[in-house]
């Protein structure tokens, strides 16, 4: 495994390094990842769990997952187990885990600490009054006619509240803070919402619920989190969070709020409600999809770990929103794969291909024994070829070859158009580390489609060349038909087609790609059986010459295409 990958020198290390030379924290970092277990995580997360933890190890210092599980409507223990997977798979290790849930009972008790301050009081208004009276932008705020209950009259209530005395939406318990802020979240923010549901762990303990501004600050300075990162949308959230804090006796330093800019992909959603969506929809088979952007659907479509934390420690920790190119993203996939993955010959769309001149055991060609009214694919040849180029150490494998074989219907055309230089009668090619093949003939059915091709080899060129070194234009691979496996193959498309999904109608789900998945019936070399002797579950290999191809988890004998072999984000800033 890659060790993880931070990135040094943005503005948040530049803050950390200042509060540690200024004595801030002591020289004390302590970080925090804080998903809303409502979901899977998605690439999005893949930067903020970057920046959490790398920060944390780039101080020597430490990063707790906190779950983030104050809403009992939308929060399951499933979407927390699949969180922690992802973390450690993506190659980060928690120093602890908590909930927010954890502090339940502290947040209530600091609740009582700003309710006898006169800070906080209890509305009976419901939401939509409350909002309406919140006003806007140069829009002057409403107070609430429960504004000046007294301390003794709001602990009473508040009491009340907790011991489950009023309906669902009957009462709120706000922050006392400004009806006339230029910062909307000042106006008297909402603190505890009545909600009857079963919590995923308080069960029926709670009927009131803190919202997230009251239980995020509050969270952090509980566990003594120097540095909570969040991303862009809160920075008017951030006074909310000092205003909370300044107010309270705080075990620990009061930990400061920093901002840094969402990760966003060219046709890509990062919403979990949209990315739920999808799934309700049919549109995908579920969260760990191959084409959903979650850490489970791009694991299962074979991206590495390492190409991920790669890519994130490249963009870096910025403050500006941008939309960065999927193909940036497949291009940091690529460089790791072509490292790291083995390569093996798949044929994706089959075509027969006949040796007329090949031998078979008893002596005769496959053509003379064809001519006999028999069939025989002839003797079985084994060929050494070399796992991976670029790294010696994987080793070789051995590859049969007969007389029949599978060849890419593609690498075959009966009337080959300009520059098209692989097979066609009358033209040799190689077979990649095997023989040159000259096409001779051509089989069709009824309707004239090319079933079959008929060719020769030429018996001095064992290995794929001729002695006397004439040029061959094309390589192409096979797979010997006697022993091909059959395989099914996936390959995808962009979930959206538009760059920036839903830009024109305002929902991403009207720009979805018509057909984003092609499944093809392929004939593979015996190296690509699943299982021991081949590949591991989730192993990802290259088929040569066509891409990048990931094993099922679960499902033998099934590829996932992750990435083709163009580089098209080397393409694509060429043309810019
Ligand atoms: P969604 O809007 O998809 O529900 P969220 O922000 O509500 O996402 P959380 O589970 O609350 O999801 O997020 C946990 C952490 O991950 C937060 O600190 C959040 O800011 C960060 N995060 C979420 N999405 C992104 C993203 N696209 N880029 C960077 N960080 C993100
Ligand atoms: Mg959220």
């Known amino acids: 495994m890659n060790e993880p990958t931070t990135s040094a020198g ?19 970092v302590q970080t925090r990842f804080p998903p809303e277990p409502n979901g899977y995580l998605h690439i999005g997360h893949a930067k903020a769990i970057t920046a959490d933890f790398g920060i944390a190890e780039q101080f020597s210092g430490t990063c707790n997952l906190r779950f983030d599980d104050t809403n ?33 009972e502290s947040l209530y008790d600091w609740a009582e600490v700003l309710i006898t301050k006169g800070l906080a009081y209890v509305d009976d208004q419901d939401q939509e009054t409350i909002q309406l009276q919140r006003g806007g932008f140069g829009k002057p705020g409403v107070e609430s006619p429960y504004r000046d209950r007294t301390a003794e009259e709001n602990m009473e209530l508040f009491r009340a509240m907790r011991a489950g005395e009023f309906a669902d939406g009957a009462k709120v ?51 003594g989190v120097t540095h909570s990162m ?10 909310l969070y000092d205003w909370y804090l300044n107010h309270l006796d705080l ?13 966003e992909l060219t046709h890509t959603v990062t919403s979990k409600r949209k990315l739920r969506q999808l799934i309700d929809d049919g549109v995908v088979d579920g969260w760990d999809d191959p084409r959903m952007p979650t850490l489970q659907g791009l694991r299962r479509r074979g991206y590495p770990a390492s190409a991920i934390r790669n890519f994130c420690a490249h963009i870096g920790i910025n403050k500006t929103n941008s939309r960065h190119s999927l193909e940036e ?41 064809r001519d006999a009214g028999d069939q025989s694919p002839g003797i079985t040849t084994w060929f050494e070829i070399a796992n991976n180029p670029e790294n010696a150490d994987d080793g070789m494998r051995r590859v049969p070859f007969t007389g029949e074989l599978w060849i890419e219907s593609d690498d075959f055309a009966e009337v080959p158009p300009p520059k098209f230089f692989r097979l066609s009668v009358g033209r040799e090619v190689r077979l990649r580390g095997a023989f040159l093949v000259t096409a001779t003939e051509v089989v069709t059915d009824d309707q004239g489609e090319v079933v079959e091709v008929r060719a020769t080899y030429d018996p001095a060129s064992e290995g794929g060349n001729a002695p006397d070194g004439r040029k061959v234009k094309s390589t192409m691979h096979w797979v010997s038909a006697t022993h091909g496996l059959d395989a099914e193959v996936r390959l995808y498309e962009r979930l959206f087609s538009a760059l920036v999904p839903g830009e024109t109608t305002g929902d991403p789900l009207d720009d979805l790609t018509k057909n984003s998945v092609e499944v093809l019936a392929a004939k593979v070399e015996p190296a690509l059986a699943s299982g021991d002797d081949g590949v591991d579950p989730g192993q990802v290999v ?7 191809f990931a094993a099922d988890p679960s499902h033998p004998m099934l590829f996932h295409r992750t990435v083709g072999l163009r580089d098209e984000w080397a393409s694509l800033q060429k043309r810019s």
């Open 10 to 28: 943005d503005f948040i290390a530049d803050t950390v390094r200042a509060d540690n030379e200024n004595g801030t924290y002591s020289g004390r």
């Open 251 to 263: 075990p620990y330093e009061k930990p400061q709020q920093l901002e840094f800019a969402r990760l």
């Open 329 to 369: 993203l497949e291009s940091f996939v690529r460089t790791e794969l072509n490292r790291s993955s083995q390569r093996r010959m798949a044929v994706l769309r089959p075509l027969k291909l006949v040796i007329d001149n090949w031998p078979t055991e008893d002596g005769r060609t496959i053509e003379e024994v």
């Open 173 to 223: 318990l706000r922050a006392k803070i400004d009806m006339q802020s230029e910062n909307m979240q000042l106006r008297d923010p909402v603190m505890y919402r009545i909600r009857r549901g079963f919590h995923h762990r308080t069960g029926d303990t709670w009927v009131i619920y803190p919202t997230y501004d009251w239980a995020h600050g509050q969270s952090d300075a509980l566990e």
């Open 72 to 104: 009992p409507d939308t929060e399951e223990t499933e979407y927390v187990e699949s969180i922690i997977d992802d973390i450690e798979w993506l190659g980060f290790h928690p120093n602890q885990v908590f909930y927010a849930s954890d502090y339940f």
């Open 542 to 548: 290259q088929f040569e010459r066509i891409g990048y």
């Open 230 to 239: 969040c991303t862009l949308e809160f920075v008017t959230n951030r006074p």
